[in-house]
């Protein structure tokens, strides 16, 4: 089983920065791709980074420029950093995990005040 624990949401005004964390725990020999999902009141969960094992990246229209998202292998921890916050980047934010499965975390409320 896989463990996945998210950190790192908050409230912040608009233009502000936050970086989530989620660190994946358990019998792990070599996770493939992590990242995240978000999604606002209403309106269906999606996609705002993933990383590969290799490292390469992919971005929601909406965040590329702003959000970098980063692994570090040797703790299993996936990041995302978000500059230039916007009132409509507020949502919860889910850390999933694959690895022979998808995982997800609890989710992490972001709110980005105007």
């Known amino acids: 089983q896989v463990q996945v624990v998210e950190s790192g949401g908050g409230l912040v005004q608009a233009g502000g920065s936050l970086r989530l964390s989620c660190a994946a725990s358990?019998?792990?020999?070599?996770?493939?791709?992590m990242g995240w999902y978000r999604q606002a009141p209403g309106k269906q969960r999606e996609l705002v980074a993933g990383?590969?094992?290799?490292?390469?990246?992919n971005y929601a229209d909406s965040v590329k420029g702003r959000f970098t998202v980063s692994r570090d292998n040797t703790k299993n921890t996936v990041y995302l950093q978000m500059n230039s916050l916007k009132a409509e980047d507020t949502a919860v934010y889910y850390c999933?995990?694959?690895?022979?499965?998808?995982?997800w975390g609890q989710g992490t409320q972001v709110t980005v005040s105007s």
């Open positions: 999933y995990v694959l690895y022979g499965r998808t995982y």
């Open positions: 358990g019998s792990i020999f070599s996770i493939n791709d």
């Open positions: 990383i590969t094992g290799g490292g390469r990246t």
